[in-house]
Antibody
Framework: QVQLQESGPGLVRPSETLSLTCTVSGGSISNYYWSWIRQPPGKGLEWIGYIYYRGNINYNPSLNSRVSISVDTSKNQFSLKLTSVTAADTAVYYC??????????????WGQGTVVTVSS | SSELTQDPAVSVAVGQTVRITCQGD??????ASWYQQKPGQAPILVMYGKNNRPSGIPDRFSGSSSRNTASLTITGTQAEDEADYYC???????????FGPGTKVTVL
């Protein structure tokens, strides 16, 4: 059974860079797309971006200038960096597997989520 | 504003049928997927494509699509189906993904 686990600091100072890692266990990171999604307190889900294990990347246009997603197949991990954070970036951050074109780019596996607060 | 729109809330009595809809121009070209999220939990996929249920999702959940509208129907709603439901699809551009704003389903 594939499992995803987010890790990283729970508190980030304004204007600094948010960095999170998602570790995939119970299966290979190969042959799938992997994504980051966030949910501000009391609000809905927002897609941040996805990366294919070979490196093809797409980002949410609203975050494109500040976001970077990378993958490390040797560690079965993928990572998120979001620069110049503000309080508006406070959210639960989820990593998720994208099951690809065969299942219409649905998010079929999710991590439990990690809370990131932006505050001084 | 979101590329996908959903009714904010809907209520249904136990045992009855509820349909949740998601509208957007991109749905004329791409299928939607549906997620159930209970308080304090990560979302789970309950429907994808035309009418595909992941393993473990009860068959009281069904999906459909017509023109620019995708629908998730719960037939014989149970108390445990009370949750927020989000649709998602590819954006009109095709390369990006988008979520609807979510529908809160209350089971009476």
């Amino acid at each position: 059974q594939v499992q995803l686990q987010e890790s990283g600091p729970g508190l980030v100072r304004p204007s600094e860079t948010l960095s999170l890692t998602c570790t995939v266990s119970g299966g290979s990171i190969s042959n799938y797309y992997w994504s980051w999604i966030r949910q501000p307190p009391g609000k809905g889900l927002e897609w941040i971006g996805y990366i294919y294990y070979r490196g093809n990347i797409n980002y949410n246009p609203s975050l494109n200038s500040r976001v970077s997603i990378s993958v490390d197949t040797s560690k079965n991990q993928f990572s998120l960096k979001l620069t110049s954070v503000t309080a508006a970036d406070t959210a639960v951050y989820y990593c998720a597997r994208v099951c690809g074109a065969d299942c219409f780019f649905a998010f079929d596996m999710w991590g439990q989520g990690t809370v990131v607060t932006v505050s001084s | 504003s979101s590329e996908l729109t959903q009714d904010p809330a809907v209520s249904v009595a136990v045992g009855q049928t509820v349909r949740i809809t998601c509208q957007g121009d991109s749905l004329r070209r791409y299928y939607a997927s549906w997620y159930q999220q209970k308080p304090g939990q990560a979302p789970i996929l309950v429907m994808y494509g035309k009418n595909n249920r992941p393993s473990g999702i009860p068959d009281r959940f069904s999906g459909s699509s017509s023109r620019n509208t995708a629908s998730l129907t719960i037939t014989g709603t149970q108390a445990e189906d009370e949750a927020d439901y989000y649709c998602n699809s590819r954006a009109s551009s095709g390369n990006h993904l988008v979520f609807g704003p979510g529908t809160k389903v209350t089971v009476l």
